[in-house]
């Protein structure tokens, strides 16, 4: 029997969905190009189901998530019908967006409230992966203005680049910095070392919100 999804568990199938869409997006790369973009934007579209049925507790939360998800599935379908390119963009503006919410939408339910259990050290990773694809979602909106904004990257469709970027934003959130993609104008060297200062505080401020869990779990 599947176990129900509850406060207890919520961010381990968040999570899990999450940690699916990056390794769906390298694998979908052996795709045909026609089929890549379909297998894509249909792991996408499984993420979005469970990151509104993992976090349903917060009804305003819900209904924009709903919102967002439906948009996005509607710009979805325009575009590869219709083959307009420049939707492109709005689809990943609904994307950005819907990470966006949820990373404050978990954020809320995890730092500084109540004592630590497991569920919320697996929410804390949640957190950290959607860092990375929001900002993942921000590179590909440079290159769909400025193509040539990136060393090692060429001017495909965003779904083609996907796990690249993906690849680019944690090693860059880690501050491992390999050095195969780079970015060379201005702009997205500013975005690119704002990514660095955001996964260094982000740390400080998980070690700081399990600290004070506990230590006010200890005065409880």
């Not at 219709?82 to 689809?91: W, Y």
């Amino acid at each position: 029997m599947t176990k129900k999804i509850n406060q207890e568990n919520n961010f381990y199938y968040m999570t899990c969905a999450l940690i699916g869409l990056l390794v769906s997006s390298s694998l979908v790369e052996v795709m045909p190009s026609g089929i890549l973009e379909y297998a894509l934007e249909g792991v996408i579209g499984v993420t979005f189901l469970i990151c509104i049925l993992s976090l349903r507790f917060d009804h305003r939360w819900k209904r924009f998530m709903q919102v967002l998800a439906l948009c996005w599935v509607i710009a979805s379908v325009l575009r590869l019908v219709l083959g307009i390119q420049e939707i492109d963009l709005l689809v990943l503006l609904i994307m950005f967006a819907f990470f966006w919410g949820t990373f404050k939408s978990i954020s809320r339910q995890i730092l500084f409230t109540g004592s630590v259990d497991g569920n919320k050290v697996v929410g804390s990773v949640a957190l950290f992966l959607l860092i990375g694809l929001m900002w993942t979602i921000a590179y590909l909106l440079i290159m769909e203005f400025a193509p040539n904004s990136f060393t090692g990257m060429g001017p495909l469709p965003w779904g083609e680049n996907f796990s690249q970027m993906a690849y680019f934003s944690f090693v860059t959130l880690t501050t491992l910095g390999y050095g195969d993609i780079s970015p060379i104008s201005s702009f997205s060297q500013v975005v690119v070392y704002m990514e660095a200062i955001a996964g260094v505080f982000y740390m400080a401020i998980v070690v700081a919100s399990l600290v004070s869990s506990n230590q006010g779990k200890k005065h409880g």
